[in-house]
């Protein structure tokens, strides 16, 4: 075989070796650029869970990144809004109509697993639902903020999470790069090898059996109550004052929650309101909790939690906690001061109550509905 035989052969073999390497890459990087999923999130609320394995990308260059965030929940003053909204969505809590579209969508994944919850340390996988959005230049940073607004809204409408600790919860952001392609992954859940219960919880048999606890009490008010809405208003109202206690010390660890109020039975402005509304809800009267600020008697204005309630069209101011003041010397709250802060309007409720929409430092500002200029009258 002469020279020019021999290296006509080596030339193609090369040739078949160069397309044959060039074509196994072009199919590993089709593989990763479209990445299969196990099922499809359907109306923001199924959550996707992304099937690519360590097998996967193995031996293939690629960039991790994981970007946490968690709600930080405390209230603040600030300027009150002048938007109002009359209408309660019976589908879903009254806040969630005000978020914004990613904040929907956490929402309703929260609400969808509140059940799985209960465990602790479940995951809720958003899969690439927002891929659009973190694909933007402050897409993460939106990001973060739909997640304070959902949490905002969600403990504002479930007065009953209380055993979910939301500082333990996080929500992750996964970025995956290969080459000038990245991939982003969200999920909710725990702090790495840690639960997200409250204090004073260890296990869903513990949340089951004081939620049902709770219900025994509720269902036990619910059957003692007569007559239109406002007389039942009026009856839990009372009986919130008759067995509640104001915490002033604000040192009880279920201070602020239903649990306190009527289990515990002491609490503070924040407990008053959720009870209320935790029975309110049950008897399906809209009832919402007003966060903002009161100025008492001495001149001293404070953070303060109340509830609006809504009576035919109309929407009345109820301060369960006010109805209940502490009095200097001892002793009980007379008749008429049980009813002080009951079912009020504008015009008694904006000399001393000023709402401002807010739940958190870093959250959106929620609107209320528009109260009734008067006051109810029987």
Same mark, same amino acid.
């Given at each position: 075989? %002469?020279?020019?035989?021999? *290296?006509?052969?080596?030339?193609?073999?090369?040739?078949?070796?160069?397309?044959?390497? *060039?074509?196994?890459?072009?199919?590993?990087?089709?593989?990763?650029?479209?990445?299969?999923?196990?099922?499809?999130?359907?109306?923001?609320?199924?959550?996707?869970?992304?099937?690519?394995?360590?097998?996967?990308?193995?031996?293939?260059?690629?960039?991790?990144?994981? %970007?946490?965030?968690?709600?930080?929940?405390?209230?603040?003053?600030?300027?009150?809004?002048?938007?109002?909204? +009359?209408?309660?969505? /019976?589908?879903?809590?009254?806040?969630?109509?005000?978020?914004?579209?990613?904040?929907?969508?956490?929402?309703?994944?929260?609400?969808?697993?509140?059940?799985?919850?209960?465990?602790?340390?479940?995951?809720?996988?958003?899969?690439?639902?927002?891929? /659009?959005?973190?694909?933007?230049?402050?897409?993460?940073?939106? !990001?973060? @903020?739909?997640?304070?607004?959902?949490?905002?809204?969600?403990?504002?409408?479930?007065?009953?999470?209380?055993?979910?600790?939301?500082?333990?919860?996080?929500?992750?952001?996964?970025?995956?790069?290969?080459?000038?392609?990245?991939?982003?992954?969200?999920?909710?859940? $725990?702090?790495?090898?840690?639960?997200?219960?409250?204090?004073?919880?260890?296990?869903? @048999?513990?949340?089951?059996?004081?939620?049902? %606890?709770?219900?025994?009490?509720?269902?036990?008010?619910?059957?003692?109550?007569?007559?239109?809405?406002?007389?039942?208003?009026?009856?839990?109202?009372?009986?919130?004052?008759?067995?509640?206690?104001?915490?002033?010390?604000?040192?009880?660890?279920?201070?602020?929650?239903?649990?306190?109020?009527?289990?515990?039975?002491?609490?503070?402005?924040?407990?008053?309101?959720?009870? !209320?509304?935790?029975?309110?809800?049950?008897?399906?009267?809209?009832?919402? !909790?007003?966060?903002?600020?009161?100025? +008492?008697?001495?001149?001293?204005?404070?953070?303060?939690?109340? +509830?609006?309630?809504?009576?035919?069209?109309?929407?009345?101011?109820?301060?369960?906690?006010? %109805?209940? $003041?502490?009095?200097?010397?001892?002793?009980? $709250?007379?008749?008429?001061?049980?009813?002080?802060?009951?079912?009020?309007?504008? !015009?008694?409720?904006?000399?001393?109550?000023? $709402?401002?929409?807010?739940?958190? @430092?870093?959250?959106?500002?929620?609107?209320?509905?528009?109260?009734?200029?008067?006051?109810?009258?029987?």
């Amino acid at each position: 075989m %002469n020279k020019d035989s021999r *290296f006509g052969k080596i030339i193609v073999s090369l040739i078949v070796v160069i397309l044959i390497a *060039f074509g196994i890459l072009l199919y590993k990087q089709s593989n990763i650029e479209s990445l299969p999923w196990k099922e499809d999130l359907q109306e923001a609320s199924t959550t996707a869970e992304n099937v690519m394995t360590e097998n996967n990308v193995k031996n293939q260059i690629q960039q991790v990144q994981t %970007n946490i965030a968690e709600p930080v929940l405390k209230i603040e003053n600030i300027q009150t809004s002048t938007k109002q909204e +009359n209408q309660v969505k /019976e589908d879903t809590g009254y806040f969630y109509s005000q978020l914004g579209k990613e904040a929907k969508i956490i929402y309703k994944s929260m609400e969808n697993h509140i059940e799985d919850m209960k465990t602790g340390n479940y995951t809720i996988e958003l899969g690439d639902v927002f891929q /659009e959005l973190l694909e933007k230049e402050d897409g993460a940073k939106q !990001l973060e @903020q739909a997640y304070q607004d959902a949490w905002d809204a969600i403990s504002t409408d479930y007065v009953d999470l209380f055993y979910i600790d939301s500082s333990k919860v996080r929500l992750y952001t996964k970025q995956t790069t290969f080459w000038n392609y990245s991939t982003y992954t969200v999920s909710i859940g $725990p702090v790495e090898n840690a639960n997200y219960y409250a204090q004073g919880y260890a296990s869903a @048999q513990m949340v089951e059996e004081t939620l049902a %606890n709770l219900e025994a009490v509720r269902e036990e008010i619910i059957a003692q109550l007569t007559g239109d809405t406002y007389q039942k208003i009026e009856q839990i109202n009372e009986y919130l004052v008759d067995t509640i206690t104001y915490d002033e010390t604000l040192n009880q660890m279920n201070t602020r929650n239903i649990y306190g109020a009527f289990i515990e039975k002491q609490v503070v402005c924040e407990g008053y309101a959720k009870a !209320l509304k935790y029975i309110l809800d049950e008897i399906k009267i809209p009832c919402l !909790l007003v966060s903002g600020t009161a100025t +008492n008697t001495d001149g001293n204005t404070e953070d303060h939690m109340w +509830n609006y309630v809504q009576i035919g069209e109309n929407w009345y101011a109820v301060d369960p906690t006010w %109805n209940d $003041p502490v009095i200097v010397g001892g002793g009980s $709250p007379s008749k008429n001061m049980k009813r002080a802060y009951l079912c009020k309007g504008q !015009l008694t409720m904006q000399k001393d109550h000023v $709402p401002n929409g807010r739940i958190s @430092q870093k959250g959106m500002v929620f609107h209320y509905p528009t109260l009734s200029q008067e006051d109810y009258t029987v």
